[in-house]
């Protein structure tokens, strides 16, 4: 992603355009709604880029250390996230895989267990993409067939 992805004249953009050669398929892109969070922390990084030279829109939002306006790659972030999950003192695994997971099953208890919302928030094209990211427990299952 680059700066001019997300910051027009003077404002954030509401929504980001992913482009359809970084989607799986390549078939077509979509947008992403972006959240008053994201915008925040946005802001902050956008600062804190503003001080180490000039940033344009075409500056890569996440810029490797090497070379000049050059993009983060996958493993460098990968590892970024997980030395940022250790210094706050979490354990267990973790991947930007594991998180996606994590927004998918938070997005499906948000929204009532409505598994269309689910995969139109992922991204997905069929709802069997979906459930392959939620966590089904057991216990759930036993509950509902006892409550019959």
């Known amino acids: 992603m680059r700066v001019g992805d997300v910051w027009q004249p003077r404002r954030f953009v509401d929504y980001v355009a992913v482009q359809r050669r970084h989607m799986k398929g390549k078939i077509q892109g979509r947008s992403v709604i972006v959240h008053p969070d994201a915008k925040a922390a946005l802001t902050t990084w956008l600062m804190a880029m503003q001080c180490t030279g000039p940033v344009s829109p075409e500056t890569f939002l996440f810029p490797s250390r090497k070379g000049l306006n050059r993009p983060l790659r996958r493993w460098q972030a990968g590892h970024l996230l997980r030395q940022a999950y250790a210094a706050c003192g979490l354990t267990?695994?973790?991947?930007?895989?594991?998180?996606?997971?994590?927004?998918?099953?938070?997005?499906?208890?948000?929204?009532?267990?409505?598994?269309?919302?689910?995969q139109r928030a992922m991204g997905h094209k069929s709802p069997a993409s979906t459930v392959a990211y939620l966590h089904i427990d057991e216990r759930d299952i036993d509950a509902l067939i006892l409550a019959l």
């Open 92 to 118: 267990g695994k973790l991947s930007t895989h594991t998180m996606r997971k994590t927004f998918g099953e938070t997005i499906y208890e948000k929204s009532g267990r409505d598994l269309l919302k689910t």
